[in-house]
């Protein structure tokens, strides 16, 4: 098994900037693909920022090209999502999930839907004001 525990939420201004990580424990060997989701009320789980564990190779959603940056720290199974120029539309509960199978496929799909994730973290709440 895999814990997620998501941290750095908070309420911002547009235009600032906040941190978010993830701390991963258990079989953390077994991960092999992590990422950031978001979900606001009546709307589905979209990934934000997805990162290989092994290749480093990453995935960003069109909205957040340029204002996020998704790192990791493999010996601290640590998970980081850096938001910069925040804006009010990035307010949702941001979640951390990984995944045993590779965050991409050999044609070039990205594994990025809800159900391609099997560990998830409780979540962590992302408010920005205008």
């Known amino acids: 098994q895999v814990q997620l525990v998501e941290s750095g939420g908070g309420s911002v201004q547009a235009g600032g900037s906040l941190r978010l990580s993830c701390a991963a424990s258990g079989y953390t060997s077994s991960i092999t693909c992590m990422g950031w989701f978001r979900q606001v009320p009546g709307k589905e789980r979209e990934a934000v920022a997805i990162?290989?564990?092994?290749?480093?190779?990453?995935y960003y959603v069109d909205s957040v090209k340029g204002r996020f940056t998704v790192t990791q720290d493999i010996a601290k199974n640590t998970l980081s999502l850096q938001m910069s120029s925040l804006k009010p539309e990035d307010t949702a509960m941001y979640y951390c999930?990984?995944?045993?199978?590779?965050?991409?496929?050999?044609?070039?799909?990205?594994?990025?839907?809800?159900?391609?994730?099997?560990?998830w973290g409780r979540g962590t709440q992302v408010t920005v004001s205008s």
């Open positions: 999930a990984a995944r045993r199978g590779p965050c991409f496929g050999y044609n070039g799909s990205v594994f990025n839907h809800r159900e391609n994730y099997y560990y």
């Open positions: 990162i290989s564990r092994d290749s480093g190779s990453t």
